[in-house]
């Protein structure tokens, strides 16, 4: 599977658009990790812990979106693009979306 952020792969072209390929996750906060990231907050800098949660979160609704594309047909998606929007207190969505296309060698 071809994974781009572009609208073209070089080398490759587009010989069918097939549809909206998509993954999301929702995740909430851990009540550890939670008062960690707190104390993180008060002395400053980087609050690692969110910054893993929403890692996996990424990679999560990424695996989704291209098990969504293989599920078309697609060998490729391109015009990969991440949301992410607050679901809840705690909690946030993580969206993974791109066209899902079949490529192939120019």
């Known amino acids: 599977m071809i994974i781009a952020t572009t609208e073209e792969v070089p080398g490759y072209r587009v010989v069918k658009v ?13 009540i550890g990790k939670d008062i960690l990231a707190g104390l993180r907050n008060i002395a400053g800098g980087e609050v690692k812990e969110y910054t893993e949660m929403l890692a996996e979160a990424r990679e999560v609704a990424l695996q989704r979106m291209i ?21 809840a ?5 993580i969206f993974a979306y791109g066209t899902a296309v079949v490529l192939e060698k120019e």
């Open 18 to 30: 097939l549809g909206i390929a998509r993954g999301a996750t929702v995740k909430a906060k851990h």
């Open 67 to 87: 098990q969504h594309a293989k599920e078309m047909g697609a060998n490729g998606i391109i015009g990969v693009r991440f949301m992410t929007s607050a679901v």
């Open 89 to 93: 207190s705690g909690a946030a969505e």
